[in-house]
């Protein structure tokens, strides 16, 4: 069983990840991006993937220390070359943010098989094969914090934006969270979720015109889309010893959205 945080003055603190090696999945642009700078701004040493390298490398310019590793973590093979790589480069991960994701507009009747497959291994078995990955050297080096990134549509339906495939995903990445929290958290992991709501991103792009900006104004009880910053605060809470006794949780960012 892992021991408590020592009690500090300093209460900020624990809010620190100096030195602690962080892999970051999805990290070209986004949400991925913003949550590599906010943990590199928080001490970490940052190891930042996707498949848009050249991006990657923009990044890593601003952080220094950081690495940048091109990879589909679609691909078993690329998922295994990360993990590997970032430990002989940096260090043993003591964090993995699996954020990496993928979903579309469609409807059921027009969903083709392919789709819901390709976002489930995107969405769900990259998360698993990744956090199955780093567990070893975490275990091996007293413990470690996994926080993956669902979305409020794991808890609530995304209709009237049909997005069958993403629902389903991350449903699935909310309680695949917390098995994995449950047979690892006595070994010194911890694994949290983060949902958060409509944020700026290429993927909410769309959401940015006038009839999709009255739909969120509507449905949310703050009328407006997040700012990213608006999810350091959970971001560094999970990813830290802030969060030493939270296991198998779901901290939502959703401006209410899911509160109805």
Not at 38 to 48: D, I, M, W, Y
Not at 66 to 74: E, F
Request: net charge negative; with cysteine; charged share 20%.
């Amino acid at each position: 069983m892992t021991a408590s945080p020592t009690t500090t003055h300093k209460p900020l603190d624990v809010f620190r990840l100096d030195g602690r090696v962080a892999i970051v999945t999805g990290a070209s642009a986004g949400l991925g991006a913003h949550f590599a700078r906010v943990l590199h701004a928080a001490g970490a040493k940052v190891s930042v993937a996707a498949r848009r390298v050249e991006r990657l490398e923009s990044l890593v310019a601003e952080l220094p220390g950081a690495i940048a590793i091109g990879a589909d973590v679609s691909s078993p093979s690329d998922r295994e070359r990360l993990v590997a790589e970032t430990t002989e480069r940096l260090g043993p991960p003591k964090i993995l943010v699996n954020n990496a994701g993928i979903g579309h507009k469609v409807a059921v009747e027009d969903e083709d098989l392919e789709t819901f497959r390709e976002t489930m291994e995107v969405n769900v078995t990259a998360l698993w094969h990744l956090s199955k990955l780093v567990a070893p050297h975490m275990i091996a080096d007293g413990g470690g914090n996994i926080v993956n990134i669902a979305s409020m549509y794991g808890i609530v339906g995304a209709a009237p934006v049909k997005q069958a495939h993403y629902c389903a995903s991350k449903g699935a990445v909310i309680n695949l969270t917390r098995e994995l929290a449950l047979q690892w958290a006595r070994k010194g992991i911890r694994v949290n979720a983060l949902c958060p709501g409509w944020f700026p991103t290429e993927m909410t792009v769309a959401m940015e015109e006038e009839a999709s900006m009255a739909y969120v104004r509507q449905m949310s009880p703050l009328p407006r889309l997040g700012e990213l910053d608006e999810l350091n605060g959970a971001l560094l809470l999970l990813a830290s010893d802030a969060a030493s006794f939270m296991v198998g949780q779901t901290v939502v960012v959703d401006g209410g959205w899911t509160a109805r």
